[in-house]
């Protein structure tokens, strides 16, 4: 009876975390998302203000390390690129990351999620949040969806998706090994 008690508890204990982790990534999916999706609707003149501020830090950054780096000849290419890089490629990795742990969370105890439905499940998520992104900016002013935005963001998104599935990886593999020395 005791035994069957400590086995109920560990089992709540762990539920108890699972729904931690659950609500926690869940939300954390769910607000990059909607600040990506919120960026997509900005106007040419704001998402360029927008992202001003990060351009300019950066170029601060890369022109105390290597003074003279980024001048007025190249200010607009390094612009480009750090929106590329931070704003699309870096929302998209966090995003991979979020919901992807959030779908693993959702629908671990399965047993076809084993089996990469739910990595699946994932990647589709992202490619249509890239997609759904840059049609809505073929619908605001000064703004242009670019297919090679499609392919930066679900390239991010897969980069993040990458991270979960080795992180998952390794801590599987740990409680495996945890389980199977007691």
């Given at each position: 009876?005791?035994?069957?008690?400590?086995?109920?508890?560990?089992?709540?204990?762990?539920?108890?975390?699972?729904?931690?982790?659950?609500?926690?990534?869940?939300?954390?999916a769910v607000l990059i998302n909607a600040y990506i999706i919120y960026h997509a609707c900005l106007n040419g003149m704001q998402s360029s203000n927008a992202s001003e501020g990060v351009v300019e830090v950066s170029e601060e950054v890369v022109n105390t390390v290597r003074p003279n780096t980024i001048t007025e000849a190249n200010h607009d290419q390094f612009a480009t690129f750090i929106r590329k890089a931070f704003g699309h490629f870096g929302l998209f990795t966090l995003?991979?990351?979020?919901?992807?742990?959030?779908?693993?969370?959702?629908?671990?105890?399965?047993?076809?999620?084993?089996?990469?439905?739910?990595?699946g499940i994932s990647f589709l998520f992202g490619f249509l949040l890239a997609v759904l992104t840059e049609?809505?900016?073929?619908?605001?002013?000064?703004?242009?969806?670019?297919?090679v935005d499609v392919l930066i963001d679900t390239g991010g998104y897969v980069i993040g998706l990458g991270i979960t599935v080795l992180i998952l990886a390794l801590v599987l593999k740990h409680q495996a090994k945890k389980k199977e020395n007691h």
């Open positions: 009876m005791h035994n069957n008690c400590a086995n109920l508890y560990g089992y709540m204990k762990k539920s108890r975390k699972d729904l931690i982790l659950l609500i926690t990534f869940i939300v954390l995003s991979g990351i979020f919901s992807s742990f959030a779908t693993y969370f959702v629908i671990k105890d399965t047993k076809w999620y084993t089996k990469g439905l739910g990595i049609i809505i900016q073929l619908n605001v002013p000064g703004r242009s969806g670019e297919f």
